[in-house]
């Protein structure tokens, strides 16, 4: 993995910052920010996802099949930016799971990043998919009681910049962006239903592949 919760500073770090940080010379308490895992870190790593492995030598949490780089890696560094986000704010543990549904039984959406304590935040991050099914996807959480950051990889299929113009049509939101080039992120805005309608009147004016 890219990432670990250092568990002194209870705050999520990434590998090239432990190399970089002298005060970590001595002091690898790291766990998994997902499962919990006491993580071994690898000062010698050659690419992001070999900084970090579990001690127990089960797959690291964000390895899922599907997973590309080009997404894994903005879901590592969301998983880090949220995780720091909620503790700064609240000051409790924050516990969150990648690739979990919200809904129910049968109305249900499986998002990349969802956290359950002490928030009930949510996160897409998009790279390659052609239809966005924005629309549902974020009705769908709504429902369920969660907010969602909305992070696009600026590297995959879609103009980032014509997207936010195109939501920017029923709120005032920006979006998120991952540089794959600078590894850097931000989240953007947090959408809620209280910012944004996704009722009948309002999906009429979006294209089709934000529906």
Not at 155 to 168: C, F, P, T, Y
Request: aromatic share 10%; hydrophobic share 35%; charged share 30%.
């Amino acid at each position: 993995m890219f990432v670990a919760k250092d568990q002194l500073r209870n705050r999520v770090v990434q590998g090239n910052e432990v190399k970089e940080n002298p005060q970590y010379s001595s002091r690898w308490d790291f766990c998994c920010p997902i499962c919990d895992k006491q993580l071994a870190y690898n000062r010698s790593a050659k690419h992001p996802f070999e900084y970090f492995a579990h001690r127990d030598r089960t797959p690291d949490c964000t390895a899922t099949d599907a997973a590309t780089e080009g997404h894994r890696l903005p879901v590592e560094l969301s998983i880090k930016k949220i995780y720091n986000r909620i503790r700064e704010v609240t000051g409790e543990e924050v516990s969150l799971d990648v690739e979990r549904r919200i809904g129910s039984k049968t109305n249900f959406k499986i998002t990349d990043i969802r956290v359950t304590y002490p928030l009930k935040i949510a996160a897409e991050i998009y790279y390659k998919a052609s239809d966005l099914e924005l629309s549902r996807r974020l009705r769908t959480m709504f429902n369920y009681g969660y907010r969602v950051y909305v992070i696009f990889n600026l590297d995959g299929r879609h103009n980032v910049a014509e997207v936010e113009q195109d939501i920017q049509r029923l709120a005032p939101l920006k979006l998120g962006r991952f540089d794959p080039t600078s590894l850097k992120l931000s989240l953007g805005d947090i959408f809620d239903r209280d910012q944004i309608s996704f009722a009948k009147p309002a999906r009429e004016s979006l294209p089709n592949y934000l529906l």
